[in-house]
C-alpha cells in the first residue's frame, strides 16, 4: 500500500493564481481531511470528508474548496490564492473518524507571492 | 485561549534519560492522539487512547480523563527519537457533527549521543 499521497511537494503560486492540491489513499478509508500547519501555530482542520460525496467545513475554510467524488481520492482547491495561505498542508485518512487512528500523508509545502 | 496545551515546548535530553511530554486539554473529548512528526516533516500516528494507558516499545502514553491530562513517556531515549510530538483530541460528538481535531502546538524534543 503507498498510504496517503500528496501532489506537489512543493508549489510556488502569485497572488489571484489557483491550484489543486491532490491527496489520494488506497486503504478504503471513509474519513479524509486536510489541515494546515503553520508556523508557532497546531495544525489546524480545512475540510474534511466522511464518505464520497459528504464533506463539511473545519475551524478555517475560508478561500478553499473540497469535493468527494470518489473514496480514494480528495482535492483541495485554493480558488485565488493568497499570501496568507502560504503554509505546509497536511493530508489525512482514517478508516472511521476522528476516533480512529489518522494516516498522514507527506505534505505539500506552499509559497504564495 | 488554547483548548490543547503542550508542555513543554522544547526539551534537551541525553541518550538513555526517561522522557515525558505532557498535554492538558480543557474541552470534552472522545479521544486523544499523539503523534511525532519528523525533521523531514512527516506525520506519523503514535497513539490514540481514551482511557488508561497504552505502550508500544518504548513509548508508553496514559490519560487521566477526569484530570484532562496526558503523559507520553520515552524509556531509555536515543537520538532517533528527535522529533516533535504533537497532542491532539478530538472533541466529544455534538449535533451529530463528526467532530473536530484539536491540536497543541507540539513539543520539540532533541536527545544528544
Known amino acids: 500500500n503507498a498510504g496517503v499521497t500528496q501532489t506537489p511537494k512543493f508549489q510556488v503560486l502569485k497572488t489571484g493564481q489557483s491550484m489543486t492540491l491532490q491527496c489520494a489513499q488506497d486503504m478504503n478509508h471513509e474519513y479524509m481531511s486536510w489541515y494546515r500547519q503553520d508556523p508557532g501555530m497546531g495544525l489546524r482542520l480545512i475540510h474534511y470528508?466522511?464518505?464520497?460525496?459528504?464533506?463539511d467545513q473545519g475551524e478555517v475554510p475560508n478561500g478553499y474548496n473540497v469535493s468527494r467524488s470518489t473514496t480514494e481520492d480528495f482535492p483541495l482547491r485554493l480558488l485565488s490564492a493568497a499570501p496568507s495561505q502560504t503554509s505546509v498542508y497536511f493530508c489525512?485518512?482514517?478508516?472511521?473518524?476522528?476516533?480512529?487512528?489518522?494516516?498522514f500523508g507527506p505534505g505539500t509545502r506552499l509559497l504564495v507571492l | 485561549k488554547n483548548e490543547v496545551e503542550q508542555s513543554p515546548q522544547n526539551l534537551t535530553a541525553q541518550e538513555g534519560e526517561f522522557i515525558t511530554i505532557n498535554c492538558s486539554y480543557s474541552?470534552?473529548?472522545?479521544?486523544l492522539h499523539w503523534l511525532q512528526q519528523h525533521p523531514g516533516g512527516g506525520i506519523v500516528s503514535l497513539f490514540m487512547?481514551?482511557?488508561g494507558k497504552k505502550k508500544h516499545g518504548r513509548l508508553i502514553a496514559t490519560i487521566n480523563i477526569q484530570e484532562k491530562h496526558s503523559s507520553l513517556h520515552i524509556t531509555a531515549s536515543h537520538p532517533r527519537d528527535s522529533a516533535v510530538y504533537i497532542c491532539?483530541?478530538?472533541?466529544?460528538?455534538?449535533?451529530?457533527?463528526?467532530?473536530?481535531?484539536?491540536f497543541g502546538k507540539g513539543t520539540k524534543l532533541s536527545v544528544k549521543p
Open positions: 474541552v470534552g473529548i472522545s479521544a
Open positions: 489525512a485518512s482514517s478508516y472511521g473518524g476522528l476516533w480512529e487512528t489518522q494516516y
Open positions: 491532539a483530541v478530538t472533541l466529544t460528538l455534538y449535533g451529530g457533527s463528526q467532530g473536530n481535531l484539536i
Open positions: 470528508s466522511v464518505g464520497a460525496g459528504i464533506t
Open positions: 487512547l481514551s482511557s
